[in-house]
């Protein structure tokens, strides 16, 4: 009865929101500073700095015996990745960048990093992060060259400005495929556990991810764009957020905390692709669609998948950004007028197998510096804090 | 003893201020591009969702045994209210404003409804805070309309630009209003209980809300005011948190740390109805005060007010946006030069009763639904996080 | 065997890094608005106060029975700073400064109280810190006066944007000559002690450091320079998180929670000097010596340092911002071309001679109003929060 009067409200609401806001307000157009646009992109960095430590780090902190763990391979997983794409990128072979463009595309790769070592967490030592960091990182810039740059001219113009596609999409397949090599069998039988401190920390994680992620979306979009943009990824957002609470009840009879901090966030994953080009409906609907699919994802798939797989997602980022990520990836074609519909789906093609590729190599080269059995997602690896004795 | 040296430390520390800062700065004016201003506002939107999400979401968090339900409870409020208020305000008959301003004027409607919300947090099931979104936002939007854009030549000018009255004290009355129908008798004997990890958890919330307050306030101010605004801010904040360290210990003989997470953000509803006029001075004086009026209400009204009205405010919400509001309002009076007394003080009344009409209607609408009995402040509606089994 | 894969993986990672980021990128000039510059400087006024009240209080959190008492103490610190630095630097005699910096510097002022603070955690009455506020600021504003502004043409120009000198280094030793009188004997051996959840907390706090760094380095930094000043803070933040990773496990054996919380920060202490000046490729450099200091400062020294001075640094702040402090004052003469190196050893030596007689004397002065013994890093002095019994 009370979830027929939920499902009713929710239509109501998007009912009177799709009847009032079509054309809801005129892109701004102005021309400005380039030193001010740049200050900008610098305010947005920052933003997104926040979402990979104290977000993405937050979010996987749910585990509730490897908190300190996490923390500490999140700390390193940023720590290498930023120079090491910077470095690399500043090879003559690519584009030239301003400086914080090139520090906001460390972070899209830093962030996509983190998303594939949601895959694996807790069961490799922390050492083990580092050696991620440094083999996936020069795979994402691969894929980078090879879709979003078109170095090749062979995949032709992808829409994918907030990345739903290579840096979700990416970083979750990587971490998956990963996990190939990094789940043992008595892992599979070991449980991931939280408890209520490390619920609110992890949903600490997800409201900074939350918060800030128009920032994430618009960082390098046109001055023009960014307020439409942003306004897009917030309403996105609340539509995953309601869809998730709704989905999450029909399906396990109660709302879980995991399934609001996490499928809450997939109307970021979805809306992506088209975040600068979507109508203010358009998205509120991918976002209420990347819940649902993310909710499923989490309550329905994820035991099944890894039964059928034979390896443990232990963040779920299958859910989180994989499944949202190729949704809006595809999303784009419906809603973005002109769209090259092959090029769009080559690109998430080509992602993909990248990524599998790139994944299953990488999980077996960590593997090979030794495994962690039974002691998973525990935080073994941390010697006991004492300052003082 | 040692309160009198705090007494005389505090004393010399503000009349050192007063004699010195009297017409400390004079304010700069500049004319500035207008995406310039509009991007400006975004930066200050993304620390308003900060303040929603993280700020009231945490603060909350104080309930040991809700909080999980009240983080889930601040996503839905939020993801309820911002398309709500962007839908309502499409419409034909409400003036034109760019996307980032109806944006930051949604997640004003979002923080009036997260603070009435405040009052009955734990008593309601959580499918329940969906609809008291959907009722209170189109009541906040009405009083909006009277009171602030003065739709019906009514009121007159209300000097109220960061919502002590329209924002704070509207939230606060119509979350005490709804808590008559939202309170029943057996919990009126169920303490609201806090322990060490949930206090420091309100903190963080406390904080969020602490640093990012100046963006609320002056987020609608013109570029010229802003630097002025955010300095008056901080000022009114810096007061209250010692007032209310100083209150508390006085009142209650040790600080109590409820009171430093709430009152000392008095402070900031106290200035906002004058926080681009008052000098400095006159903002620390505003905080100083309501830092003291807040914490009188938490330690010594609070509990007379349950007992004689018979409802029970679980986050003192009248404590914290009620009393401060109000006093903030009418402080406008004595500060701005040439202010319409009346039409202020109208302004204050019709909030007020708006805010007890429609919260006494919404809550005896939400009751329809059900009530929780004994099962209030638990997470009952919440199911335990197991990603894996 | 491990830590030699890791070994190779940091040096294989520097040398990549080094090899190819020389001269990566040009400084963008450009002409900007006042009051766009203006308003920029207010997103870092924001950011640093996230830094002051989250961070620094969240990262004093870690002793697990005082963390209420350390919130608290934050908020007053903070709180009592920020007006009288306000206050006092509004007399005649300073330079004029917008409103908007004389905020930026006297939250450096704050920041730097913090800092002090810290080394007397836990064993003062709270109520005490709002005396070493009262007496810190006047004293920090000399040495401001005396070594940035060169007030009295005795020093000469001091390489100090980001205040590892006058900020961090004169904090760290005002806390450590205030240790002296608040360091009772049976204080020596009443362990500081944190759990798992204080741990995290104090990564919080942490994180929110390390993301908000180069808002508080760029704060006051010419428009032009900010892209490659903010590139340069993350490097060396990145350098020594790495840095301290490999150290602690070095020297510890597995690596402490406590040394990622803390001197993984240690690069943005160190390059604090030369932040606006140096390459990347030094910024990194400069960050990873940094860690390795602040390391060894946590892992070696602390408890030698205890033993000979007889006192108690309860947060180490010692080797996080003193040790690093110094070595980024220094540093600067290495990598500033041009530098008058007698002139940035002045500003070093006479900030410390002037932090260690003013904290000893405020020492002296704080004990004179009743010392904390057995009672030490408790929440003694905290009221049990209960909003309702």
């Known amino acids: 009865m009370s979830k027929n009067k939920i499902f009713a409200c929710i239509v109501s609401f998007i009912v009177l929101f799709l009847g009032t806001s079509t054309n809801l307000f005129a892109i701004q157009t102005a021309d400005a500073n380039p030193a001010v646009l740049q200050l900008q992109q610098y305010d947005r960095a920052i933003h997104i700095m926040a979402m990979l430590l104290i ?70 030592k922390i050492y083990q992060y580092i050696i991620l960091g440094l083999l996936f990182i020069p795979f994402y810039i691969l894929n980078e060259l090879v879709v979003v740059n078109d170095y090749f001219h062979f995949v032709g113009k992808v829409a994918d400005t907030g990345g739903s596609i290579v840096i979700h999409a990416f970083g979750a397949l990587f971490g998956i495929a990963a996990a190939v090599s990094l789940t043992s069998k008595p892992q599979m039988d070991i449980p991931v556990e939280s408890d209520e401190t490390s619920d609110r920390y992890s949903v600490l994680g997800s409201m900074v991810l939350w918060v800030f992620w128009p920032s994430f979306c618009a960082a390098l979009v046109p001055i023009d764009a960014i307020p439409h943009t942003v306004v897009n990824v ?60 993310s909710t499923v ?23 989180l950004h994989g499944l949202p990520g190729i949704f809006g990836g595809l999303a784009a074609i419906l809603v973005i007028d002109g769209l090259d ?20 190599l990488t999980g077996k080269v960590i593997s090979l510096f030794g495994k962690t059995e039974e002691a998973a997602y525990k935080d073994v690896d941390i010697k006991e804090a004492e300052i003082f004795a």
Chains 1, 2, 3 share one sequence.
Do not use: W
Request: hydrophobic share 55%; glycine share 10%.
């Open 55 to 124: 977000g993405f780090g937050f979010l996987m902190v749910f585990v509730k015996k490897y908190g300190r763990s996490a923390l500490t391979a999140t700390f390193l997983l940023v720590a290498v990745a930023l120079p090491l794409y910077m470095g690399v990128k500043s090879l003559n072979i690519f584009e030239s960048r301003s400086e914080i463009e090139q520090l906001i595309l460390a972070e899209f790769g830093a962030a996509s990093l983190l998303i594939a070592a949601g895959a694996i967490l807790g069961r490799i």
């Open 234 to 293: 917030f309403l996105a957002l609340c539509g995953s957020t309601v869809a998730t609470y709704i989905a999450s009840v029909m399906l396990r009879g109660k709302v879980s905390i995991a399934d609001m901090a996490n499928a809450a966030l997939a109307g970021g994953v979805g809306i992506g692709a088209t975040c600068d080009y979507a109508s203010h409906p358009a998205a509120l609907i991918i976002g209420v669609v990347a819940g649902v699919i």
């Open 297 to 319: 994802g989490f309550a329905v798939l994820q035991n099944k998948e890894q039964s059928f797989h034979k390896i443990v997602d232990t963040c779920g980022v299958s859910n």
């Open 341 to 360: 519909a092959s090029a769009q789906i080559k690109g998430i093609i080509i992602t993909a197998l990248l990524a599998i590729v790139a994944g299953l």
